[in-house]
């Protein structure tokens, strides 16, 4: 599907661009929050005509969202999660989560404005990206523990109490995965093999 973008949009243009996207992108994202329009005759026309307003209403959006942006510089948010001792969260955290940590801080946000290479598993401090308007961006830092006392500890150093990485943790899964499968193993033998000397001693 063509759209004509009416703001600058990640990835994908600027403002006033025509572009194709995928249509489920399209009617779920870029419609209904005003982000684009159907890249129709009558809506490009209708752009043009519109074009300094536009411009003129996304120049203002931009200059709000870098006073925001000035008091949010800094910002920490402390999410406390249950955790394994290995620090393997039960669970994650997702974008609406921190979406949800940084609206209680009072800088209302939505979870499609928090940028995330992926969903965090582990205990530790992350520096997460903040969209408050497609060309304004503002890092927070996210502070995830399993009490506030671990989340000011991690605060003051620096970083996770429990320092594993994914792989460190995805070794360690496999290594118990391979020892309780080796244990299985045995068990069977032992029993093949007790059941084996049971049918010799009934043959003898």
Known sequence: MQVILLERVENLGQM?????????YARNFLLPRQKALR???????YFDGKKKE??????????????????????????????????????SVTARDIAD???????????????????????????VKVFLHPEVMVEVTINIARSAEEAKIQ???????????????????RAAEAAAALEAQAAAEAAKAAEGEKTEEAAA
């Open 54 to 91: 536009l411009e003129a209403q996304n120049l203002k959006r931009r200059e709000e969202a870098e006073k925001v942006s000035v008091k949010m510089e800094g910002l920490k948010v402390s999410l406390i999660r249950q955790a394994s001792e290995a620090g393997q969260l039960y669970g």
């Open 155 to 173: 605060e003051e150093r620096g970083e996770a109490l429990i320092v594993k990485d994914d792989r460190t943790l995805r070794a360690e899964e």
């Open 101 to 127: 940590a940084v609206t209680d801080k009072g800088f209302k946000i939505d979870r499609e404005q928090v940028t995330m290479d992926r969903a965090y598993k582990l205990l530790g401090l992350y520096p």
């Open 39 to 45: 890249a129709t005759k009558d809506n490009i026309s």
């Open 16 to 24: 006033g661009d025509v572009v194709t996207v995928r249509p489920g």
